[in-house]
T-cell receptor, first 116, second 109 residues
């Protein structure tokens, strides 16, 4: 149980284009979803937290107009990187929590974004 | 401020035991997590401690001392596949995870 999927696994795009990443909880309802970014040899950096049906809460320094997050249902959240640039190239990981027990976060497999 | 400290890198021998330490400072505390992350992959959950003491799970054990703001992950009978980064994360009063930078564990034959 507690499986989270991400799509796509990897994507290569041209500078200036937009990329959408989907995060789905497959066998549970995710009341909260988290989006992280991880640069090589660094730890996870939380970008934003989203609760179903409400606006995402962005961490300091994360541009909400550039990283659009939608959490329209209890099983799906999307992250759209708008007007991507090479410095946005990174490993993007989502996680989901069902709010039970100790709020454990279940991680998706990640999406490797390369912007040319 | 909130902070997690853990060693950057450790090396151990196959079949041996290794202890990875983590100290934390958070606004409130709702538990301490350990995750394993292989290169290019997402983290996978290893353990959760919210009360003081040792939690054993197979070859892996995790210890917590809330008064000292300290935890460790103990790995026994090391295998080559244990080569990975080990992330310590503390959950604060807002149930937000504060992540350490990770400890890269290198296992040598």
């Amino acid at each position: 149980g507690a499986v989270v999927s991400q799509h796509p696994s990897w994507v290569i795009c041209k500078s200036g284009t937009s990329v959408k990443i989907e995060c789905r909880s497959l066998d549970f309802q995710a009341t909260t979803m988290f989006w992280y970014r991880q640069f090589p040899k660094q730890s996870l950096m939380l970008m934003a937290t989203s609760n179903e049906g409400s606006k995402a809460t962005y961490e300091q320094g994360v541009e909400k107009d550039k990283f659009l997050i939608n959490h329209a249902s209890l099983t799906l959240s999307t992250l759209t990187v708008t007007s991507a640039h090479p410095e946005d190239s990174s490993f993007y990981i989502c996680s989901a929590s069902d709010g039970s027990s100790y709020n454990e976060q279940f991680f998706g497999p990640g999406t490797r974004l390369t912007v040319l | 401020g909130q902070n997690i400290d853990q060693p950057t890198e450790m090396t151990a021998t196959e079949g041996a035991i290794v202890q990875i330490n983590c100290t934390y400072q958070t606004s409130g505390f709702n538990g301490l997590f350990w995750y394993q992350q292989h290169a290019g992959e997402a983290p996978t959950f290893l353990s959760y401690n919210v009360l003081d003491g040792l939690e054993e799970k197979g070859r892996f054990s995790s210890f917590l001392s809330r008064s000292k703001g300290y935890s460790y992950l103990l790995l026994k009978e090391l295998q080559m596949k244990d080569s990975a980064s080990y992330l310590c994360a503390a959950m604060d009063s807002n149930y937000q995870l504060i992540w350490g930078a990770g400890t890269k564990l290198i296992i040598k034959p």
